[in-house]
């Protein structure tokens, strides 16, 4: 199974709502998006992605676009790329694109910039998948929303639910969520399921429970969460070439559950179809994951087609801690037909590129800085040139886990309560 560069137009079936359908990328299957709850293929289990018959180009969106009074930025400025024309929104998107000059001298690359998922309102890039995600369960009439979380999804569900005002359950591997964002989870009214089992455990009886109808899943293995997630993708190519003249080279990103690399790969592709961006000009598409939980990068080193799930993972990169990557039949395509790769990195890598992040004054949680920590490691080995322009994007905010911050950090420095004796101690 691969997914084309270059897909040909699309011609809307039968079974469309408003040019819109589901289609399964396995077996090409098609179906109608909103007549009836479904996550996988109905005839091969196959993954699904949301289809449109005639994408829109970078100059149809905003106020010239679908939608006339559609807000100038943010995920919603691209509604005419995206199953509704509004959503349950907080608001979500238009996060900083930011220069980071010594890093940038530090590695060794012509341009570097952050695309800091973190800035968005619960501090992760996963509200752009919720603000659709919700929005979908309300046209399909559901009451509870349900996800496995390594926390940052708990977060957004339950903060998207909340505004939504739906019930919102979440599966966590007890133990192993940072403090920061269980606590989102808590205020914001979700009930929290603390399971005796890792992440994909907690997955596994999601989607159990979603097959006999109990909840409506909300992980990237809904394929309505990946086009919110995709609009990363668009803001990346607009600023960048706004800024530049062309698009980046390559977008190095963590690599989890896979659904933002496959998001993004979705968005070089409708850009293709509609012709805002040449094959030649798609940048490649590059996974970090942690050495700790990295069956990605092993099915990429290997040639293989499908991952193998890893049972036991372990990373202090807590949101990236997944054995089991669900979307990597969409990613996987992803690297490969962009011409770029995957590598694992270490921890403690993870922790040197956290704190040279906040060097630059951009406060990351250790899985975003995974970014960092490959680009610096594929560049130190020659896999990237010192000609190219590369986009890190980091996915959380440094206070979704405090605690890696504190001890990622310098420690507080005890003085006495004496002015003279503080600057004493300054000058030793």
């Not at 079936?13 to 109608?32: H, K, N, R, T, Y």
């Not at 994408?55 to 106020?63: A, D, V």
């Not at 979908?136 to 639910?161: F, I, M, Q, W």
């Not at 607009?238 to 963590?254: K, N």
Request: hydrophobic fraction near 40%; aromatic fraction near 6%.
């Amino acid at each position: 199974m691969s997914l084309s560069l270059t897909a040909p137009a699309q011609t809307a079936p039968s079974c469309a709502d408003d040019g819109v359908w589901l289609e399964c990328i396995a077996c090409g299957e098609q179906f109608a998006p909103f007549e009836e709850i479904m996550y996988t293929c109905r005839a091969c289990d196959g993954l699904l992605e949301v289809r449109y018959a005639n994408p829109p180009t970078f100059e149809e969106y905003g106020s010239d676009g679908r939608v006339p009074d559609a807000p100038d930025r943010g995920v919603w400025r691209y509604a005419a790329s995206l199953p509704f024309d509004e959503g349950v929104s907080l608001p979500e998107g238009d996060t900083p694109l930011h220069k980071a000059p010594r890093l940038r001298d530090s590695i060794g690359v012509n341009r570097l910039r952050i695309k800091h998922e973190g800035m968005n309102p619960t501090g992760a890039f996963k509200d752009r998948g919720m603000t659709v995600g919700v929005r979908v369960a309300k046209e399909l009439g559901v009451d509870r929303l349900a996800c496995a979380s390594t926390g940052n999804t708990s977060a957004a569900l339950a903060a998207y639910g909340a505004r939504g005002g739906m019930e919102t359950l979440v599966l966590l591997p007890k133990g192993k969520v940072a403090a920061g964002k269980i606590a989102q989870a808590s205020l914001h009214n979700a009930r929290i399921l603390e399971v005796d089992g890792n992440f994909d455990a907690c997955l596994d009886i999601v989607q159990e429970l979603a097959a006999r109808g109990e909840v409506y899943l909300l992980n990237s293995l809904n394929p309505f969460r990946l086009e919110g997630q995709k609009t990363i993708g668009f803001e990346i190519l607009e600023e960048f070439h706004a800024d530049h003249g062309h698009y980046p080279d390559r977008i190095v990103l963590p690599v989890g559950n896979a659904g933002n690399t496959a998001a993004l790969y979705k968005a070089f592709r409708e850009l293709i179809q509609a012709g805002s961006l040449a094959p030649e000009e798609v940048p490649k598409l590059t996974g970090v994951q942690a050495e700790g939980a990295a069956p990605m990068v092993e099915a990429v080193e290997n040639g293989a087609d499908a991952i193998r799930r890893w049972e036991s993972v372990e990373t202090r990169a807590t949101a990236i801690r997944i054995g089991n990557p669900v979307n990597a039949p969409k990613a996987l395509p992803g690297i490969r037909n962009t011409g770029g790769t995957a590598v694992a990195v270490s921890d403690d890598e993870i922790t040197a590129a956290q704190r040279d992040l906040a060097g630059e004054g951009i406060g990351v949680e250790p899985a975003s800085a995974a970014s960092v920590a490959g680009l610096r490691k594929l560049r130190s080995n020659g896999t990237i040139g010192a000609d190219e322009d590369v986009v890190c994007l980091t996915t959380g905010h440094l206070l979704k886990d405090p605690d890696a911050a504190f001890a990622a950090g310098d420690d507080p420095e005890p003085v006495p309560n004496d002015t003279e004796a503080v600057i004493e101690h300054l000058a030793e």
